[in-house]
């Protein structure tokens, strides 16, 4: 039996964006991929997202005071 890293409570929702919510993000704030923080595509977390180099990573958080909190990262290595 297999440890699943991403079903663990402590680890936040990771979703990879598709094409058309991928340019939505980099629209709205008006940044290039390179502009995003970075996760590495090694990263235990994506390991079952199945992707590549350039794939923007969604991280939906819990948060007491906003009740969520969104990040976006750009997948590097590979």
Known sequence: MAFKVSDHVLVPKHTKLGDKERE??????????????????????????EV??????????????AGEAIFFRVVTGG
């Open 24 to 49: 939505q993000v980099l629209e709205r704030y008006n940044i290039r991929p390179m502009d995003l923080p970075k996760i590495s595509i090694d990263d235990p977390a994506i390991a079952t997202l």
């Open 52 to 65: 590549k180099s350039g794939d923007i990573i969604k991280i939906t958080r819990k948060s007491e005071s």
